[in-house]
């Protein structure tokens, strides 16, 4: 056991990374390890945020900032009382993403980088918008005709190629127990389906 609450502090991990990199199946097993080693935490995936605390938001760039702005905003709030929140959304402008990370207190946003390759995210396209954006059906599909600025100073860069989902969330729960905010004990076993 930690011998302080610095464990309990807020604090914010932030998936980026392109359409298919891997953003919302790491985080959900991330999620689920976090459980087991005794925090609560809020989930923030981008599609499903898209749903519903920013509907009627389209793809122009101020529409996908105000998206991340949205997000970031609900997640410095979950931050500042103590929660801790995990954020998957495509974010694709450096920018905005460092708005972000200014709203929180030094130490408490963790950015994650996809580093998944445009190729592996497009064979992987699960909802063939890769298809559609190659076809000129979607306009503004980042990766294919819209940017996506990846990290300058990531505090940590996965592999999605080499690593499994639970071995890249792995990873970043030794990075939150390195930096003292999670306790590397488990607090509840490991379930099995």
């Given at each position: 056991m930690l011998q302080d609450d610095r464990y309990r502090q807020g604090v914010c991990i932030w998936f980026t990374g392109l359409s298919a990199s891997g953003k919302s199946s790491t985080a959900d097993v991330l999620a689920r390890l976090i459980v087991e080693h005794g925090r609560r935490v809020t989930v923030l995936d981008g599609d499903v945020v898209r749903t519903h605390l920013c509907k009627g938001l389209g793809f122009s760039k101020e529409d996908r900032d105000e998206n991340i702005r949205r997000i970031g905003f609900v997640a410095s709030e979950i931050v500042r009382h103590g929660g801790l929140v995990v954020c998957a959304a495509i974010s694709p402008y450096r920018a905005i993403r460092n708005e972000v990370r200014g709203r929180m207190e030094e130490g408490r946003f963790i950015e994650v980088y996809m580093a998944t390759p445009l190729e592996v995210c497009e064979?992987?396209?699960?909802?063939?918008?890769?298809?559609k954006a190659r076809q000129g059906i979607l306009k503004g599909f980042t990766g294919i005709d819209d940017p996506y600025?990846?990290?300058?100073?990531a505090e940590i860069t996965l592999d999605t190629?080499?690593?499994?989902?639970?071995?890249?969330?792995?990873?970043?729960?030794?990075?939150?127990?390195?930096q003292r905010l999670l306790d590397g004990e488990m607090k509840t076993p490991l379930l099995k389906a």
């Open positions: 064979q992987r396209d699960p909802k063939g918008l890769y298809v600025e990846p990290p300058l100073h190629i080499v690593n499994s989902e639970e071995e890249n969330a792995r990873l970043i729960i030794g990075l939150l127990v390195k």
